[in-house]
């Protein structure tokens, strides 16, 4: 795959995470009380947290940074293991190329702007990860994709 179409298929990625529905935990009316951590990272939820939902399961919800992080890396769910490939891969063949080529660049770091902010990839985006829950999330990502 050459650089353009990698660059391409990374953006329409970037894209199809936008379209999963996000909200914010306190106001999210189908919390599941069995579930009060990150199954990614193992942190627990704050009211402040955005969460991410995954289109399996109402109840299939993360930290937001996590929940795209994951599907950066696998395209399954963590919990029922439904597998986003499909999905994804429709979205990415709908998107129009020359509306990526144009746009691409900037719309790649405008996304990451507004997903990770200036302050880095924290969870309330007011309170960074600490090193151990950083290496809590990639041991879990590392050992779930070998």
């Given at each position: 795959m050459n650089d353009a179409t990698n660059?391409?298929?990374?953006?329409?990625?970037?894209?199809?995470?936008?379209?999963?529905?996000?909200?914010?935990?306190?106001?999210?009316?189908?919390?599941?009380?069995?579930?009060?951590?990150?199954i990614i990272c193992l942190v627990s939820f704050t009211s402040k947290d955005l969460?991410?939902?995954f289109s399996c399961d109402e109840k299939h919800?993360?930290?937001?940074?996590c929940g795209i992080e994951w599907?950066?890396?696998?395209?399954?769910?963590?919990?029922?293991?439904?597998?986003?490939?499909?999905?994804?891969?429709?979205?990415i063949n709908n998107q129009s190329g020359a509306d990526m080529r144009s746009d691409g660049a900037r719309d790649l770091n405008a996304w990451e702007d507004s997903t990770y902010g200036q302050n880095g990839r924290g969870h309330d985006n007011e309170s960074l990860r600490t090193d151990q829950e950083q290496n809590n999330a990639n041991e879990l990502v590392r050992k779930l994709t070998v």
């Open positions: 660059r391409s298929r990374q953006i329409s990625l970037k894209r199809y995470l936008q379209t999963l529905p996000q909200i914010n935990h306190e106001a999210y009316p189908k919390k599941d009380p069995e579930m009060p951590d990150c969460l991410v939902v919800y993360f930290h937001r940074d599907l950066q890396v696998k395209t399954e769910c963590p919990l029922c293991r439904f597998d986003f490939g499909n999905e994804i891969q429709d979205f």
